[in-house]
């Protein structure tokens, strides 16, 4: 077992990220005490039920007053309101923090509202299923998985180095990164990726009842693979393109060009630019492989299907 | 092991796809003898080196003069070039098929190329990995997997009941369906998916490099679910896209009228619109895997990566 980081950690959502996190330092111990949060009573009481934690509160004020560490695990649009709750009620020198896919919000967020004794620095944990809720989270979710935090250029060095140092004893490697370049990055990494997803399997939803039998039917052609990002958490996603839509926009439009561009090739019957384009992407996957974010098996390593 | 189906068969193509009906028809006994036949050296040689057949041919003609049945398993493009080739050559009463993943340009090569002794009934097993070449194929690639097959409304009912039990002694469930309707259906299951999926990894390509580093590095939250179908091979998805390109433009127009709006509601910040579209998108998620076309893990069911 690990030294514990924090003596008492408030985990303030326990959908699929905060109960995944509830199982890791619970498992690892690396946290003395765990105070669960959660505005949602019934989700609340599967985490009791479940026992992810030693305490558990419905407001946010009470969950954090002794909290060393609070980690704010909801959609990215419902952290300015969970801010505002907890800071009049927070300790001297408690670190705050995130796990929300956009990082400039809650950057915006904890400069404004967080008092000047506590350490606001936002994190995003990359890592994720399609899942959601207390049920889906497991203790190996960020094991080998990146950790990004995005401090504020003022922050407290002790704070990020316990923050890493609780990061790490996930699993997770950590980078520091500046909140803006983040939502950049993650802009074409995640969010397009997820909003193509939802936008073809919603394409396919709109189809005639027969044809859309016949798509299910025979998806293993390409279709399913954009079916698991696309089951992802609606209000999830929602918030995110919200609170990072000049990224997400400026993204959307590249990838639109060159969208145009195929589409012209295919009308002219133009192979040459068809083979250019389609061998170009081959070096991406070998990179994605390379960099051990990919397992090097056919079809994902799915097993035959029963 | 299963009573053979075919005598003699020839296979015109020995890459992912041949050469996984080569293992297949061994292991099981679907066929008495093999005939392999490859335009490239290099790749025959390396069937022969595989052990993967009875005889090996470089000239089609030459491979299919004994033929029972010849399965034609080239890039779509190739198709009526080889069907030139073989069909002077062929035994009265041959069954040739293919195994391309567009059905109306084999129904026109056959019905225009072929002798009218011959039986030609254009086919398509869904299945395939995102890997190339005679090494890349496996025995149980078809299992639990379509096979679609467009047999012309005037096909000889024996050619058409010999060519299923072949593929169902491969393990796939056989469909018979009008070809025209298979290119439509899998314009939107294959096609369009594949051009997304190129052209999104293709957006990538042209980033500067450091943007790319760190989107190849941070892959997992998206990005590499879609690196898998931009990493199959370019001749075939070129020859796919020529051959099936008023189906696939059809589909990539309402694809695009669907991202258009959703584009809209990310620049007005409607969340209501947003969050409509996201989970409209989850039941056929539910429907793939009820289908059994996936399986029911959260990511795919990876396994956490060294």
């Known amino acids: 077992m690990n030294q514990s980081v924090f003596d008492t950690l408030t985990l303030i959502g326990i959908g699929l990220i905060g109960s995944s996190i509830a199982r890791t330092a619970r498992e690892r111990g690396l946290a003395g005490s765990l105070v669960i949060c959660d505005s949602d009573p019934e989700v609340l009481a599967r985490a009791e039920a479940l026992g992810l934690g030693d305490r558990y509160h419905q407001d ?21 309101a969970v801010t505002c709750m907890i800071a009049p009620a927070l300790k001297p ?16 967020v904890f400069r404004r509202h ?8 936002p994190g995003h944990p990359v890592a994720g299923t399609e899942e959601s809720g207390p049920d889906a989270g497991f203790a ?36 520091l990164m500046d909140a803006e370049h983040h939502d ?15 936008n073809i399997v919603g394409t396919v939803s709109e189809l005639e009842d027969d044809t859309k039998t016949e798509v299910i039917k025979f998806s293993a052609s390409g279709f399913r693979d954009f079916t698991r990002l696309a089951a992802s958490d609606p209000t999830m996603w929602r918030d995110v393109f919200l609170n990072n839509q000049e990224a997400v926009l400026e993204m959307l439009g590249r990838f639109t060009e060159d969208l145009t561009a195929l589409q012209k090739a295919i009308r002219r019957g133009d192979g040459a630019a068809l083979f250019d384009r389609f061998t170009q992407t081959r070096d991406i996957r070998r990179g994605v492989i ?7 098996a056919p079809d994902f390593g799915r097993h035959v299907l029963d």
């Open 140 to 175: 190996t979710l960020f094991d080998q998985r990146w950790f990004i935090a995005t401090p504020p250029k003022d922050a407290d060095q002790d704070a990020i180095a316990r923050l890493t140092a609780f990061w790490e004893g996930c699993g997770s490697t950590v980078e």
């Open 93 to 108: 020198g408690a670190i705050i923090s995130d796990t929300g896919s956009v990082k400039m919000t809650p950057a915006t």
């Open 60 to 80: 946010p004020a009470d969950a954090v007053r002794d909290a060393d560490a609070v980690f704010i695990c909801v959609p990215v649009g419902a952290i300015e």
């Open 184 to 198: 950049r990055v993650l802009a074409i990494t995640s969010h397009l990726p997820h909003l193509i997803a939802y």
């Open 290 to 296: 390379d960099a051990g974010q990919e397992i090097d």
């Open 114 to 121: 967080l008092p000047d004794t506590a350490h606001g620095i």
